[in-house]
Every structure is written in C-alpha cells, then in structure tokens.
Nanobody
Framework: VQLQASGGGLVQAGGSLRLSCVAS????????MAWYRQAPGKQRELVAT???????DYVDSVKGRFAIFRDNTVNTVYPRMNSLKPEDTAVYYC?????????????WGQGTQVTVSS
C-alpha cells in the first residue's frame, strides 16, 4: 500500500491546517489509518487514529483541537488541526495497517512538515 501525504505548511499559532493522505488499493475501507508526528530531537508519537469503521482516538495533547475523518470513496484520510500551537510543529506521517490477501501490511507515507510560529 502506497501513501501520499500533503497539506503541511507554515501557520501562526491559533491557526488551522488540514492534512490529507491518499492510499492506494481497492480495499481502503478495511484499512486502519493513523497519523504520527516527529518533532526535532523527539521520538515519533501517535497523534490520531481512525479505524475501518471510523472510530477515532487522539493523543491527549490534541484532543479537542484535532479531528480525523476518512472518505472511503477517494481512499483518503483527513486530519483537521485547529488551534495549532508551536509544540505541534513536527513532521507528520500517515500510516496504514491492514490485511491484503492474507498478508499483514504496515505502510508509511513520506511525511509532511507542519510548522507553527508563535
């Protein structure tokens, strides 16, 4: 499964961004999708997940500010990030997990930079 992430950029604190991640394949609706981020000098952390049945979960630091959606008709997952803070600055990575023809996959996108200025 190939993932193409986009939508990063530079935004002022308090602003919003919407990322997107397009996945290949014709069984996207079965994939569990997630977004991770990695700030300079820090470990990659899980930010948000959305299951194949659109159940969502978020790391505490973004609850109430971020929302993740999926559109299975266009194989895309969208995290909407509001009230951005400088500490949200990181490279954001899209992740997909699932099973295709009996084989488990765990795929990563190329990452998109989000920079929040104070």
């Amino acid at each position: 499964v190939q993932l193409q992430a986009s939508g990063g950029g530079l935004v002022q604190a308090g602003g919003s961004l919407r990322l997107s991640c397009v996945a290949s394949g014709n069984t996207f609706s079965t994939y569990g999708m997630a977004w991770y981020r990695q700030a300079p000098g820090k470990q990659r952390e899980l930010v948000a997940t959305i299951s194949s049945v659109a159940e969502t979960d978020y790391v505490d630091s973004v609850k109430g500010r971020f929302a993740i959606f999926r559109d299975n008709t266009v194989n895309t997952v969208y995290p909407r990030m509001n009230s951005l803070k400088p500490e949200d600055t990181a490279v954001y990575y899209c992740n997909a997990r699932g099973i295709i023809r009996g084989a488990i996959f765990n795929s990563w996108g190329q990452g998109t930079q989000v920079t929040v200025s104070s």
